[in-house]
Nanobody
Framework: VQLQASGGGLVQAGGSLRLSCSASVRTFGSYKMGWFRQAPGKRREFVAAISWHGGNTDYADSVKGRFTISRDNENTVFLQMNSLKPEDTAVYYC???????????????WGQGTLVTVSS
């Protein structure tokens, strides 16, 4: 499984960005998809996940109500980020896993990351 994230950039606080992740896999519908992030000097942290069928989602408390994860049938998962804050600045990584449990945080496949910078 190869994952290619895109959509990062520089945005002012309060603004929005939409990240995309394209998965090179024949059975995209079999994978739970997720987003993690790592800020400078900090540990990587979970952001959001969506189940293999798209019916279940999970979010970190810090992004609930501001971020929305979704997926389509074209091997792509999205992360819509609204009301961005400077503390959202990080490299965002797309992930995939065959687990059926959307709340588990272990993932087998990771993309290369895309940088999101939120200025105050």
């Amino acid at each position: 499984v190869q994952l290619q994230a895109s959509g990062g950039g520089l945005v002012q606080a309060g603004g929005s960005l939409r990240l995309s992740c394209s998965a090179s896999v024949r059975t995209f519908g079999s994978y739970k998809m997720g987003w993690f992030r790592q800020a400078p000097g900090k540990r990587r942290e979970f952001v959001a996940a969506i189940s293999w069928h798209g019916g279940n989602t999970d979010y970190a408390d810090s992004v609930k109500g501001r971020f929305t994860i979704s997926r389509d049938n074209e091997n792509t998962v999205f992360l819509q980020m609204n009301s961005l804050k400077p503390e959202d600045t990080a490299v965002y990584y797309c992930t995939a896993d065959r687990s059926r449990l959307v709340t588990t945080k272990a993932y087998d496949y990771w993309g290369q990351g895309t940088l999101v910078t939120v200025s105050s």
